[in-house]
């Protein structure tokens, strides 16, 4: 089974992953395993551009190259995964968009995955590499532009799923503990802070008490299927509305203006 997945939330990556084992259960409509988790996942092709404010211009040319790959092209695709943000509108509604439009044309379901959960995930992965604390808590902070970042803080819920445990908001810099303080009772301890704008606002570390920071963290591609994955596999819808959390920086005006 092939599944395209599309993440536009920081520059744009698009890649094609071939799944084996329980997998295939978690997406093939009709059926459902509650150890779908317990699957090995295969790239046949990946494309990715670093550009993030060329996603429109970029994505039809990568998701051909993607489509074409020759471990790709000989087979139909089974499913697409999309992040669904939060991220600056335009890119995002890029890349919801395209996976709409390949989900309609190929009569294939289209799953969505929030960007923060892919790049907690990678997070918690690096942690768990270098055998870091046990059951650590991430704090993910990426870029919403005009000084500002989405936040949230993670869990790991087993070893390709994470658990929010608050809810994800953008808000400057200097508030995000403040935010983060009055929604996660009983945690006093962030073991690490990820995310673009951990990169961009070094701080953070510092406020709130972090060991470290990885940075720069962008979701993945691969990350979003084993997520989306987990939590079909449990029988979890998985909607593809995008998480703007506020309104586009270019607004269409509302009426014309008289001229006397």
Do not use: W
Not at 6 to 30: C, F, H, K, N, R
Not at 34 to 44: F, K, P, S
Not at 195 to 203: I, K, N, T, W
Not at 218 to 230: K, M, N, P
């Amino acid at each position: 089974m092939r599944i395209l997945s599309i993440d536009s939330s920081l520059g744009t990556q698009l890649a094609v992953v071939e799944t084996a084992g329980a997998a295939e259960a978690a997406v093939l409509p009709g059926r459902r395993d509650t150890d779908a988790c317990d699957h090995a996942l295969r790239v046949l092709s990946r494309t990715e551009q670093t550009d993030t404010r060329r996603h429109a211009e970029s994505l039809g040319q990568m998701l051909s190259e993607a489509l074409s790959a020759p471990d790709v092209a000989d087979r139909p695709l089974d499913a697409v995964v999309a992040a669904t943000g939060p991220a600056p509108f335009t890119g995002l509604r890029a890349g919801l968009v395209t996976a709409r439009v390949v989900g309609r044309t190929r009569g294939v379901p289209v799953h969505g995955v929030s960007s923060l959960d892919a790049v907690a995930r990678r997070a918690l992965d690096e942690l768990a590499a270098r055998g870091g604390e046990p059951d650590p808590v991430v704090l993910v902070a990426t870029d919403a532009r005009r000084r500002e970042v989405y936040a949230a803080l993670f869990r790991a819920n087993g070893p390709d799923d994470v658990t929010r445990l608050t809810r994800i908001d953008v808000c400057p810099p200097t508030l995000v503990v403040e935010r983060i303080s009055e929604q996660a009772g009983g945690i006093e301890t962030v073991d690490l802070v990820a995310g673009s704008g951990a990169a961009l606002y070094p701080e953070l570390v510092e406020q709130t008490r972090s060991r470290e920071a990885l940075a720069p963290v962008s979701g993945d591609a691969l990350t979003q299927v084993r997520i989306a994955l987990a939590r079909l596999g449990r029988g979890e819808e998985l909607g593809t509305e995008p998480l703007y959390l506020r309104h586009a920086d270019v607004q269409m005006p509302t009426a014309r203006k008289r001229v006397h």
